[in-house]
């Protein structure tokens, strides 16, 4: 056995690079955009005359609520379209 052996490469190409940032990015914004919308929504309900408003905005963030699995299915999609099937999948510590 020799130094190499206990060696671990690990390789990632241009193009996986530049999908796993775009959905990096998408997600982050998608998750802001959560926050934004829930906590507007939750200073509108102080006032009577915002809380239709404020619903509105809660129901919004929880469609972005949804979103986010969407973007991790797609992503995943897509990475596995470019490694190919047999390719491993090791995401789950780019949980975005």
Do not use: K
Request: charge should be negative; charged fraction near 20%; aromatic fraction near 12%.
């Amino acid at each position: 056995m020799t130094a190499d052996d206990h060696n671990l490469t690990i390789r990632i190409g241009h193009d996986e690079l530049v999908i796993r940032q775009r959905y990096q990015v998408l997600s982050i914004v998608n998750d802001v955009l959560i926050g934004i919308w829930f906590l507007i929504g939750s200073f509108m309900f102080f006032s009577e005359a915002w809380v239709f408003t404020g619903t509105c905005l809660f129901v919004l963030g929880s469609v972005e609520m949804l979103i986010r699995p969407v973007i991790r299915l797609i992503r995943h999609v897509h990475l596995q379209r470019i490694r190919g099937p047999q390719a491993p999948t090791t995401d789950a510590t780019y949980d975005f």
